[in-house]
């Protein structure tokens, strides 16, 4: 047994995230959000380079001391998988493990609203999900998929920086692909992905021009695209695809965008106020006349207030701060809490003052 894989059967049996090992510090993990030291030494660059390079194999040690990074996925027998990146820092090497839970969550489990069902059902088309770093994308977007695996018969390819939850193909078949080990790159696989039939295509993360525009052209031939972003809003991920694309191709992106983007899901966690746990506070957009003319026009900083008015439509959409507000009547988090990921806090303060005291 690895050295490390004591400090990681902690995490799991803490019901925490996240391990951070780094020279120069303590080891250290996240619960609930909130970082806790362990009680060990500090630890010494040799000795985190002794910790850490036992679980590297020796191609990946060869690939650290080129880039000065890696990603990877490691696994524990018996304990559970967890997604690392090992990276140079000031005071030497250091690494962020963090659990992929065993089972993939239902969107049951996690409580999603009746229309992320719908998202799943689509056939064709864009969908982000998108939010922070720790945010939940990849989960939301595992259980998306796990709910098209049950109850459609379709060929879904993933293409993943590491490959974290792993599906077993049940009505559909499922091929999943990892850059680095399977594939050179993200763009590589999506040009090899268009011929390879697939339904439903899975972005791990769509970060530059290249892998966006294939994306796109994925999405243009009838198949259902997902991606993730790391933006904190709907209207924001839509600027996002159009920050990478050059200024004079733009008017062409916004136009198939309002054609093909299809729904968006930008999520924040918040903690429970019961204590136990987080939950995701989410912002829906989806495609309709009114948000295709918004893209197509330009005129994306009108979203956030288009989303508000169509709360009420029957649509299924809802704007981030309705969807805080509505946690902290149920009692679900806290007001502090939610503040904390608002669009608009003061907004939500207002709405929450006529709420009765407990």
């Not at 609203?113 to 770093?133: F, K, M, Q």
């Not at 965008?257 to 899901?265: D, E």
């Not at 994306?300 to 507000?325: K, R, T």
Request: some cysteine; aromatic content about 6%.
């Amino acid at each position: 047994m690895a050295r490390i894989d004591s400090f990681l059967r902690l995490v799991v049996e803490q019901s925490a995230s996240d391990l951070h090992f780094h020279a120069g510090t303590r080891p250290i993990i996240r619960h609930d959000g909130d970082i806790v030291e362990l009680p060990f030494r500090e630890l010494s660059g040799n000795e985190a380079r002794r910790f850490l390079f036992e679980i590297l194999t020796p191609e990946q040690r060869v690939m650290f001391e080129r880039d000065r990074e890696i990603d990877f996925a490691y696994g524990i027998e018996g304990v559970g998988r967890f997604r690392a990146n090992v990276f140079e820092q000031a005071r030497g090497i250091g690494a962020v493990f963090r659990i992929i839970p065993s089972r993939i969550p239902s969107l049951d489990d996690l409580a999603f609203p009746p229309v992320v069902r719908r998202i799943a059902e689509l056939s064709n088309g864009l969908v982000l999900v998108t939010g922070p770093t720790g945010s939940g994308k990849t989960t939301t977007l595992a259980a998306i998929i796990n709910e098209i695996n049950k109850s459609g018969r379709k060929h879904i390819i993933t293409v993943e920086d590491p490959i974290e939850f792993i599906h077993e193909s049940a009505q559909s078949v499922i091929t999943q692909r990892q850059v680095g080990l399977h594939t050179e790159s993200f763009a590589g696989a999506l040009r090899s992905a268009l011929r390879e039939s697939p339904d439903v295509l899975v972005v791990g993360e769509m970060r530059d021009l290249e892998t966006v525009t294939l994306a796109l052209a994925a999405a243009e031939t009838g198949v259902l695209v997902f991606g993730t972003l790391h933006t904190n809003s709907a209207a924001k991920a839509i600027d996002r695809i159009l920050d990478v694309t050059p200024e004079d191709s733009r008017d062409q992106v916004r136009g198939v965008l309002s054609v093909l983007l299809k729904g968006v899901i930008a999520q924040h966690l918040c903690k429970r106020a019961s204590g136990e746990g987080r939950v995701a506070v989410l912002e829906i957009l989806l495609h309709s006349y009114a948000v295709s003319n918004l893209i197509r026009e330009n005129k994306i900083h009108q979203i956030d207030g288009y989303l508000v008015s169509a709360e009420h439509s029957g649509s299924g959409m809802q704007a981030l701060d309705s969807c805080i507000f509505n946690l902290v009547r149920e009692g679900v988090i806290t007001l502090e809490e939610g503040l904390k990921v608002a669009t608009n806090p003061d907004a939500v303060r207002k709405l929450a003052a006529d709420l009765p005291e407990d």
